[in-house]
């Protein structure tokens, strides 16, 4: 395992050489001295310098008096047993954090679907008032504004819809500066005083197809 051919080659070395931390092996022949016995793992080091891990199973082998004659101890190479067991570690954290996901992906759409019911209301309703009232009613811009709020609002939900997997997403052609203009109210009310917001629009931007939704 350490590519060594020869006998001669390790007979008479310190045993400590044999490994990346000479630290961590010296504690191993600390606690044979202490106790008889010490089962672990270990990174050895090869002849031509490369490493690899090691299970240690070792002894200190003792006369009838008590007194230590020699130290028997077997070596197994885990490298690749370790490998299989971080892709092992690795797979099982990926399927925990899509489980996560999923889930966070399930209570969105429903968050989603009950406000989406409560906006039907509010849509509804300004929709109703400005078939009663005329353009030039005091509240005629009250509820524009109200059924523009409660259709961007229908927006973010399907964007919550979207992020469920629930949502099929619908391109259409857009004006990208207009919907960044009608968001950059929402901007402005999220940042604080601390932050300048610049906008600026460019003149000839093309028309382009995607989802307002996903875009917002």
Not at 96 to 109: D, F, N, P, R, V
Not at 124 to 140: K, Q
């Amino acid at each position: 395992m350490w590519g060594y051919e020869e006998e001669d080659q390790v007979v008479g070395r310190y045993v400590l050489e044999f490994w990346i931390s000479r630290d961590a092996a010296s504690k191993v022949v600390d606690a044979l001295d202490r106790d008889g016995f010490w089962k672990g793992e270990l990174v050895a080091v090869r002849k031509d310098g490369s490493s690899f891990e090691v299970g240690v199973k070792a002894s200190i082998a003792r006369n009838a008096r008590g007194d230590p004659l020699c130290m028997m101890a077997s070596f197994e190479d885990i490298t690749e047993q370790k490998k299989a067991t971080e892709e092992q570690r690795q797979l099982e954290a990926q399927l925990h954090q899509s489980q996560k996901m999923e889930t966070i992906g399930q209570l969105a759409g429903g968050i989603a679907h009950d406000f989406n019911n409560l906006l039907t209301v509010i849509t509804g309703t300004s929709e109703m008032a400005l078939m009663n009232i005329s353009p030039g009613d005091r509240f005629y811009d009250e509820f524009i504004e109200v059924r523009k709020t409660a259709e961007r609002a229908t927006d973010l939900s399907n964007q919550l819809l979207a992020f469920s997997r629930r949502q099929i997403v619908k391109p259409r052609i857009i004006n990208i500066n207009r919907v960044l203009m009608d968001l950059e109210r929402l901007f402005r009310r999220l940042i604080g005083e601390d932050i300048e917001l610049v906008f600026s629009p460019f003149d000839d931007l093309w028309l382009v197809k995607t989802d307002p939704g996903q875009f917002e």
